[in-house]
């Protein structure tokens, strides 16, 4: 059954353009990125946003071409830490706990084996739901503010998930309810987040630096969590959900501190949000690689207010 959803990851892969960011730094095809741009934007002006991608090529070209090197500077910290610390917290909300073991999670407060299932199926639904809703909503809201809703209700469904069994009430029904709530506030915020905010952060020169390091973390934290969530639910037993609740808290309280807003920023302007950030603007070098000199229309003048990931 794994092999349907990676026939078609691969197929789809077949239809998948090249970046106009990409077309510029590997072929320096301005004519075909420029017609990219229009087809992705649906409107002809895109000099502007042209000119800005071939700039950050130019400058990307200038300095040290070792990604995992130039990763390590001090400019790039802000960036270094989101690329550690997002696909970690993806993984400590124990959202794949919920995909590997809801069966056998529900087995355990006492529902028969076809509940059960159909128990599983559904939350998952609904998970497929509240990522495309996600989806819809992201570049009108924000990332931030589905990062701290999505957590919110994390947060409270899984305390209200580790009371009741705690106190061993056998609502079966309500526990079932309030997982599905708890999907959704992933599905809204760190699932499919999780993956774009890292996208967009990245300037040219420690982008593929900085994508391994993402996938590398959450690689290695999806093996630990999923090795370890028996052990721990033998020893903690309604206590794993506020375990992964404590983490939950400490996740929401970092994107509310440290993690700035990146809505319609392209990714040539990047570098002036930590700069502008009360925390960060202690570590990035004004002026420094990956610093751009203005911000977009939304942040200041200039620039372009098109999101990086549709780059």
Known sequence: MAAVPAAILTVGAIFLPETPSSLIQLTNDKDRARRLLQRVRGTSEVQSELADLIEASELSKSIDHNPFRKILEANYRPQLVMAVAIPFFQQVTGINVIAFYAPLLFRTIGMGESASLMSAILTGAVGIATTFLSMVIVDRVGRRPLFLVGGVLMLVSQVLVGAIMAAELGDHGGIVVLIGFYVAGFGVSWGPLGWLVPSEIFPLEIRSAGQSIVVAVSFLFTFVVAQTFLSMLCHLKAGIFFFFGGWVVVMTVFVYLLLP???????????????EHWFWNRVVVVGG???????????????SQSSVVDL
């Open 289 to 303: 690689p990956g610093v751009g000199e203005h911000l977009p229309a939304k942040f200041g003048e200039g620039g």
């Open 261 to 275: 807003e990146t809505k319609g920023l392209p990714i040539e302007k990047m570098g002036d949000v930590w700069r």
